[in-house]
């Protein structure tokens, strides 16, 4: 199993950033893929980014030029840094993790944006 832990989330003004941050423990041998997914209200579940163990990164387009994806081998421990962002971007963010095995998912980080 893969425990995925999110923090970072909370309320901000439009044009504003954040950082969200998710550590992995647990069977993260296998892992190949991390990344941020979001869930508005009423809304499905939809990809931000993704950042593969060899640092090929995926941002939907909606986010290109404002959020940036990154991640820290030693500390197992992925990153979204957020900017210039929107009342459009508010949501629950949720961390992934990709295993052969199957996905895993963390408890989700409420991320709010006043316009």
């Known amino acids: 199993q893969v425990q995925l832990v999110e923090s970072g989330g909370g309320l901000v003004q439009a044009g504003g950033s954040l950082r969200l941050s998710c550590t992995a423990s647990?069977?993260?041998?296998?892992?190949?893929?991390m990344g941020w997914y979001r869930q508005a209200p009423g809304k499905q579940r939809e990809l931000v980014a993704t950042i593969t163990n060899g640092g090929t990164t995926n941002y939907a387009d909606s986010v290109k030029g404002r959020f940036t994806i990154s991640r820290d081998g030693v500390k197992n421990t992925v990153y979204l840094q957020m900017e210039s962002l929107k009342p459009e971007d508010t949501a629950v963010y949720y961390c992934?993790?990709?295993?052969?095995?199957?996905?895993?998912w963390g408890q989700g980080t409420q991320v709010t944006v006043s316009s």
């Open positions: 647990g069977r993260i041998f296998l892992i190949n893929a």
């Open positions: 992934h993790a990709a295993r052969i095995s199957g996905n895993y």
